[in-house]
């Protein structure tokens, strides 16, 4: 592809071909209630049809976007070993044996706060939120139904929970990500973002002890639905500590900054040989549950249907919507389009809020047409980062509101790749999880916070040369 055949769009051209990605979207979706990855894929030919007064066939795309989708391989990799992971676990007792526990020790007014917290910690020692909704998640998720709690608030939880630790944790690969792009050190990104994280995981524990407590009083539990749920869990797995080593397994090698892919398959080996060895499973039926997912029914139907699933193949839809939205990425990240339209307004902010805001517009916008989280910082940083610095603020400012607005928004984009995965691995409705995923937006409005207020804005001291 000749780059000196291409046209560069204007700021009105740039405008009609986003606001035409975003109604094929619309239309797609909510009109003819199409799938996420059908409606993606075919808007390759709608970008395809859009560059052409550009100069860009169909085929200079076709290699923009399989480039792009190249650099999502190991997401997908971690994405195959997480859901073969969720299944085998089962098969293990690995999950039923947190589920029995937890009904047995967690009250229904604090469990919601009681998984934000947990999940927090599990990922902010491992530095995976996938991870730690892969497998801690999905116990909690088990241990809130038997509660009584709504599928919803349980997710919301977790997922707040999860994003607090990979946010902060420097083993993340977000956190790392962010502190590169803006040319930082990692340990001085996680320590500036303390003033937006940790005020939005208080405030969300605060919303989750309200929703508990309010839960308990109007709904009610009931002891011998738990009691229920914790016989026939006890009647058809060996619950104990011998279980939960698969889980021990995982969390030490993160610990040891092993690779995620390694770490989770390594578990799911050792889950296998507990799975056949201690809870006497055929050793064909937990193969083909790492693959296809668990599947086995129980007298208990409530208990079929809590535990049937996962397996490599609940990925598939998740994957195909990474590569359908990787490759649109690349596309609009080639032509420019994003850059274009924030450019020209970002030189005209003056005051340190409006720097904020703009630069949370141009995330959410960016997280919104390609699902990339990543392709988000990139825009920030290249439209806005020189800003900052001409006023005097470092930085760990532009990195921290990336992981603020871009890393978790994409929790909020019902087609981006992370939503999919939450639908996908703990069975949960976008609809359903969305007003309850509280952290995802305390987190920007502390920052806006910051930006109104001057609280937590870095600066360069007198006589501090501008990096």
């Not at 009681?114 to 088990?142: D, E, N, P």
């Not at 609009?332 to 003056?350: D, H, N």
């Not at 699902?371 to 470092?394: E, R």
Request: proline share 4%; net charge neutral.
């Amino acid at each position: 592809m000749d780059a000196t055949t291409k046209k560069v769009p204007s700021v009105g051209y740039a405008a009609l071909m986003m606001i035409s990605f975003a109604a094929f979207l619309i239309i797609g979706l909510l009109v003819f209630g199409a799938p996420l990855q059908t409606v993606v894929f075919l808007a390759w030919l709608l970008m395809n049809a859009l560059s052409l007064p550009l100069g860009y066939t169909y085929r200079d795309l076709e290699k923009i976007g399989l480039d792009a989708v190249r650099g999502s391989l190991p997401p997908v990799v971690i994405m195959l070993g997480v859901g073969a992971l969720i299944s085998v676990y089962i098969a293990a007792g690995t999950v039923p044996t947190i589920i029995f526990y937890g009904l047995k020790i967690i009250n229904v007014k604090f469990f919601l706060v009681t998984a934000l917290l947990l999940c927090a910690i599990v990922s902010l020692f491992t530095g995976t939120s996938w991870g730690t909704m892969g497998t801690v998640g999905i116990a909690l998720l088990g241990v809130g139904t038997g509660l009584g709690i709504p599928v919803g608030m349980t997710a919301g939880a977790i997922i707040s929970g999860s994003w607090f630790g990979d946010k902060l944790s420097p083993l993340s690969d977000t956190t790392n990500f962010a502190a590169a792009v803006m040319g930082i050190d990692v340990v001085k990104h996680a320590t500036h973002m303390c003033y937006t994280t940790i005020p939005a995981l208080v405030a969300s524990a605060v919303v989750f002890l309200f929703l508990g407590n309010s839960v308990a009083q109007t709904q009610g539990v009931s002891l011998e639905g738990i009691e229920e749920i914790s016989t026939a869990l006890q009647a058809n797995f060996k619950v104990g500590l011998i279980p939960l080593i698969p889980m021990a397994v995982v969390i030490i090698m993160l610990l040891m900054q092993r690779a995620p892919a390694q770490s989770i398959l390594i578990g799911v080996v050792t889950a296998i040989f507990i799975a056949v060895l201690y809870q006497g499973e055929d050793a064909g039926f937990v193969l083909k549950a790492f693959y296809s997912g668990y599947n086995k029914t129980f007298d208990q139907p409530f208990l079929t249907t809590l535990l049937n699933r996962g397996g490599m193949t609940c990925m598939n839809p998740t994957i195909q919507a990474l590569i359908f939205t990787t490759g649109i990425g690349g596309m609009i990240r080639e032509m420019g389009l994003v850059k274009i339209l924030f450019t020209t307004i970002a030189g005209k902010i003056k005051s340190t809020l409006g720097l904020v805001a703009t630069s949370m517009c141009i995330s959410y916008a960016s997280v919104a047409a390609t699902g990339s989280h990543m392709f988000a910082a990139i825009m920030v940083q290249s439209t806005m980062l020189d800003l900052f610095k001409a006023k005097g603020l470092k930085p760990e400012n532009v990195s921290r509101i990336c992981e603020d607005c871009g890393t978790i928004g994409v929790t909020l984009i019902p087609y981006g790749v992370t939503a999919t995965f939450i639908i996908s691995t703990l069975g949960v409705s976008f609809a359903e999880y969305v007003p309850y995923a509280v952290f995802c937006f305390f987190c920007p409005l502390m920052s806006l916070i910051c930006g109104a207020t001057g609280f937590g804005m870095a600066r360069y001291k007198e006589g501090e040369a501008v990096e």
